[in-house]
């Protein structure tokens, strides 16, 4: 079974600041690693993901994600936060290691609100 | 391309009514998704389909139905809603198979559905 779990809510950074949104996953094998944006009354838009190779993943909008195996974790960082990067931001896992019709799902974390405070 | 498309946006219903949310995509994407969104809950799985003709139940098929007779479309059906049906549903679309995109889903704008 895979799982993901986001730790936080809620995450209040000031405007220019880092800002980090934290990740953890759970798989039986091998993940792929996925970050999501949620603007209010939108559908979830791709940022990035980890799939094989450099732990540091760079996205969209100035976003990164560090893949660390040995903590299980992919926190998504910026290193200055924008007023109109507040939004939802969802991290979702898919295992791998899974063969079979359903293989390509993801598990996707409760999600976690970011408020850029100007 | 206009990616994933959801029909309708918002939409009141009475206890015990049906409806038909659509879902279409444009990229010629094999797997197709449907979701519900509920306050601090995360996307639950309903049904998914790994092409025309295939589908299967996700995390939460009770009370929903699916089918898939072209690529393209992936219709959900309520056939009596209940109030605990209220909630915003989401489609998605994947190219499985390309390990490149390693299965990232791209999503619709969502259909907020209120059962009354």
């Known amino acids: 079974a895979q799982s993901v779990a986001q730790p936080e809510d809620q995450v209040n950074v000031a405007e220019g600041n880092p800002l980090t949104v934290k990740c953890t996953y759970s798989?039986?094998?091998?993940?792929?690693l996925f970050w999501y944006v949620q603007y209010p009354n939108r559908g979830l838009q791709f940022l990035l993901k980890y799939i094989t190779g450099d732990n540091l993943v760079k996205g969209s909008y100035g976003f990164e994600a560090e893949f660390n195996k040995s903590q299980t974790s992919f926190h998504l960082k910026k290193p200055s936060a924008l007023v109109s990067d507040s939004a939802l931001y969802f991290c979702?896992?898919?295992?791998?290691?899974?063969?079979?019709?359903?293989?390509?799902?993801?598990?996707f974390g409760k999600g976690t609100k970011l408020s850029v405070i100007p | 391309n206009a990616g994933v498309t959801q029909t309708p946006k918002f939409r009141i219903l009475k206890i015990g009514q049906s409806m038909t949310l659509q879902c279409t995509q444009d990229?010629?994407?094999?797997?197709m998704y449907w979701y519900r969104q509920d306050p601090g809950m995360g996307l639950k799985l309903i049904y998914y389909?790994?092409?025309?003709?295939?589908?299967d139940k996700g995390e939460v098929p009770n009370g929903y139905n699916v089918s898939r007779s072209t690529t393209e479309d992936f219709p959900l059906r309520l056939e009596l809603a209940a109030p605990s049906q209220t909630s915003v549903y989401f489609c998605a679309s994947s190219f499985g198979g390309d390990r490149t995109s390693g299965g990232t889903q791209y999503f619709g704008p969502g259909t907020r559905l209120l059962v009354l």
């Open positions: 798989v039986s094998g091998n993940p792929y």
């Open positions: 979702a896992v898919r295992d791998i290691s899974y063969s079979g019709a359903g293989s390509y799902q993801l598990t």
């Open positions: 389909s790994v092409g025309a003709g295939i589908t």
């Open positions: 990229m010629n994407h094999n797997y």
